[in-house]
């Protein structure tokens, strides 16, 4: 089974400044998906990003850009010129391509980001 | 396009009694996922449907839980005889196929 671990349950960033949050993961397969999910105090689960496993290149989204080391099996998010609206828990999710790519997530515990004006 | 509709909102039940919780998924998608979250804790995956079937229900305790997803109409999760540990969040995904969107998601308060 897959597992997927964040090893920083709180972080904290000031404002404008840059943040990289941590995730590695475990499994067995070569073809899979990763994604950063962000929970804000409304507790909707916000999609940040996305990355392919078989893509070499980071993916990247606005503010947003993550490290993908597939040897190491690691998948950190950095969040650059931070905001206020950053502020959430922030959730690394594994999923298998297996299937179709239509299996069910696996997420991390989380990490708790807070901004400081 | 909307996206995915959850309801109720927020749901209070005394222990031993039913719960009902709804999801209508983005328009186009075929693919619903249900997930919990306790406090404190990430999501867990539940169960996976598509119209009329489940596909994977390994998250789902196997007592007093139920999930469906009908040709016409939302996905429901049913809990029947409620206990004080399903308090929790409960969270709808639905995709059309690789990636999923989330539903506000229901609070469950079984009192």
């Known amino acids: 089974a897959q597992t997927v671990t964040q090893s920083q349950p709180e972080m904290s960033v000031q404002e404008a400044e840059t943040v990289t949050l941590s995730c590695t993961y475990d499994t067995s397969e070569s073809d899979y998906y990763l994604f950063w999910y962000k929970q804000p105090p409304s507790r909707q689960m916000i999609l940040v990003i996305r990355q392919e496993a078989y893509k070499q290149q980071n993916a990247t989204e606005n503010r947003f850009s993550v490290n993908f080391q597939k040897a190491a099996k690691s998948f950190s998010l950095k969040i650059s010129d931070s905001q206020l609206g950053d502020a959430a828990m922030y959730f690394c999710?594994?999923?298998?391509?297996?299937?179709?790519?239509?299996?069910?997530?696996?997420f991390g515990k989380g990490t708790h980001l807070i901004i400081q004006p | 396009n909307a996206g995915v509709m959850q309801n109720p909102r927020h749901l209070v039940r005394r222990r031993g009694q039913e719960a009902r919780l709804r999801c209508s998924p983005m328009?186009?998608?075929?693919?619903v996922y249900w997930y919990r979250q306790l406090p404190e804790e990430g999501l867990k995956f539940m169960v996976y449907?598509?119209?009329?079937?489940?596909?994977?229900e390994s998250g789902m305790p196997k007592e007093r839980f139920s999930a469906e997803f009908p040709k016409e109409g939302p996905s429901i999760l049913r809990i029947q005889q409620v206990v004080r540990g399903d308090s929790a969040a409960y969270f709808c995904?639905?995709?059309?196929?690789?990636?999923?969107?989330f539903g506000p998601g229901t609070r469950l308060l079984v009192l």
């Open positions: 999710a594994y999923r298998s391509a297996a299937g179709g790519g239509a299996d069910g997530l696996t």
């Open positions: 449907l598509q119209k009329e079937n489940i596909i994977d």
């Open positions: 995904a639905s995709s059309p196929l690789e990636t999923q969107y």
């Open positions: 328009k186009g998608h075929s693919h």
